[in-house]
C-alpha cells in the first residue's frame, strides 16, 4: 500500500512543517518532487498490486482533483490497483463543496475521511476547526449525494466544552447520518497550541480522565447496539467498512510514505522516514536522490512494535507469529510476562491470540507498555 503524505495546510504555524496552500510556485514544485519520488522508490514494495492508496497529511483536500488524479496516475505508472482498490482523501468539511464533490465523484477517489471532530460550535471553536456545526453535518450529506458511501468522521471526546450529554448528541447525529466508519480520539493538550495557552491562562479547564473513560465506555456501547464493530481501540466500523489501510499498519503489512515527513516500512525490519524540511525534500528530488533516511530494527524493536499495535486491536497478537518470529528466549519470557496479567483479567488468550479484554481497552497503552522488552 501506498501513503501519500500531502505538505500542504491552510494555516501555517511556527511548529510545523506546513506550507502555505496559496504559494502556487511551491506547490508546484512539491507536487513535481512528490511524482519523482514515487518513481525512485517504486522498487521499495514487493507487492506491486495495490490494495491500498491514502493521501494524508496535512489538508489534501485543498489539492484541486487535478492534481490528486496526477498523483494517482503517477502511481499507476510503476503499480497495478486491485479491482476493489481502496482510495482514500483526508478531507476538512469545509473544502467539500459541490463543485469539489462534483469533480472528484469522477476520479478514482472511493472513501472520504473527514476531519468533523464535533457537531457543536463549542468544541470546533476550541479546537480551532475551520469549519462550523452546519458545515460538519452538510459536508457529509453532500459527499453521500455524489456517491461517497464509503465515509469515515474524526469526532473527538473529553473536551473542556462538552459533557456527556453533548457527547451523547454527537454519537446520535453520526448514527443519523449513516456514517459507516468512526474514529474517535479523546482530546489531548499538545505543547504550543491554543489550546495549552488558554488552560495555561485559566480561560478553559484541563480535560479530565475520568470524564474522557465514562465517554470512551459509552461510546463503545453505543456503537455496538448500532451494529458497529469495534476492531481497534479509537476505530469503529460496520461490516465490511473497515479501513483497509489503516488495518494493514496494524498487521504489519509493507508500505510506502511519498512526500515530507512520511514514513515507510519493509514489513519486517526495516523503517524509513523522509526528511522534514519541504526545501530540502524539493532539493533531493531535483538531483534524483531519495530524501529518506532508514534504520534496522532490532528485535527489541520489533517486538515492542508487535505488542504495542496488536493489543489495539480486536484480533490481539497472534502467538504463533511471536513463537515464530522471535527466539525461544524472548518468546519464553512474554508467556511469563503475560501471566500475572491473565490471572487479573487484563489479558486473555482467545484462540491463540493474545488480547487485552474490551472492558480493559482504555487502559491498553499502559499494559502493552508492562510488557516491552527493556
Known amino acids: 500500500m501506498i501513503y501519500i503524505h500531502v505538505p500542504f495546510c491552510k494555516q501555517k504555524c511556527s511548529y510545523c512543517n506546513f506550507h502555505f496552500s496559496t504559494s502556487l510556485d511551491f506547490k508546484d514544485e512539491m507536487m513535481a518532487a512528490m511524482k ?5 522508490r517504486k522498487d521499495e514494495l514487493t507487492n506491486k498490486n495495490l490494495q491500498s492508496l491514502y493521501f494524508g ?13 496526477g498523483l494517482t496516475d503517477e502511481v499507476l505508472k510503476y503499480f497495478s490497483f486491485e479491482k476493489d482498490i481502496e482510495i482514500t482523501l483526508e478531507a476538512n468539511p469545509d473544502d467539500l463543496d459541490k463543485n469539489f464533490l462534483k469533480e472528484l465523484s469522477h476520479s478514482p477517489v472511493n472513501r472520504l475521511s473527514i476531519g468533523t471532530q464535533s457537531f457543536f460550535d463549542e468544541d470546533l471553536k476550541l479546537m480551532n476547526r475551520a469549519h462550523n456545526s452546519s458545515e460538519a453535518e452538510s459536508s457529509i450529506k453532500r459527499a453521500q449525494d455524489f456517491g461517497f458511501e464509503n465515509l469515515s468522521i474524526d469526532l473527538i471526546y473529553g473536551s473542556p ?7 451523547k448528541e454527537n454519537l446520535n447525529k453520526t448514527i443519523a447520518l449513516e456514517v459507516p466508519h468512526i474514529s474517535s480520539y479523546a482530546l489531548t493538550v499538545e505543547p504550543k497550541t491554543a489550546l495549552n495557552s488558554w488552560i495555561a491562562k485559566g480561560k478553559v479547564s484541563t480535560p479530565k480522565e475520568e470524564e474522557q473513560n465514562q465517554e470512551f465506555y459509552y461510546m463503545l456501547d453505543f456503537l455496538k447496539d448500532h451494529g458497529f464493530d469495534h476492531y481497534e481501540i479509537s476505530n469503529f466500523a460496520k461490516p465490511g467498512f473497515y479501513s483497509r489501510h489503516n488495518s494493514a499498519y496494524w498487521k504489519y503489512k509493507e508500505y510506502l510514505g511519498i512526500g515530507p515527513s512520511a514514513h515507510s516500512y519493509n514489513g519486517f525490519d526495516k ?4 526528511v522534514a524540511n519541504n526545501q530540502q525534500y524539493i532539493k533531493k528530488l531535483n538531483a534524483n536522490i531519495t530524501a529518506c533516511e532508514s534504520e534496522i530494527l532490532s528485535e527489541q524493536d520489533q517486538f515492542n512494535e508487535m505488542i504495542m499495535i496488536g493489543l489495539r486491536t480486536s484480533w490481539g497478537v497472534n502467538m504463533k507469529e511471536l513463537k515464530n518470529k522471535f527466539s525461544e528466549e524472548v518468546y519464553e519470557k512474554i508467556i511469563s ?8 483479567g487484563f489479558l486473555e488468550i482467545d484462540n491463540d491470540h493474545l488480547k487485552i479484554p474490551e472492558k480493559h481497552w482504555f487502559l491498553a497503552d499502559g499494559i502493552a507498555s508492562d510488557l516491552f522488552m527493556v
Do not use: F, Q, Y
Not at 519523482?36 to 525512485?40: A, N, R, S
Not at 497529511?57 to 488524479?69: H, Q
Not at 466544552?161 to 457527547?167: A, G, L, N, P, V
Not at 510476562?337 to 487479573?344: D, S, T, V
Open 36 to 40: 519523482k519520488e514515487i518513481g525512485l
Open 57 to 69: 497529511g496535512g489538508t489534501p483536500s485543498i489539492l484541486s482533483v487535478a492534481e490528486i488524479n
Open 161 to 167: 466544552t462538552s459533557h456527556m450529554d453533548i457527547w
Open 271 to 274: 523503517r524509513s522516514w523522509n
Open 337 to 344: 510476562e503475560i501471566r500475572p496479567k491473565l490471572e487479573e
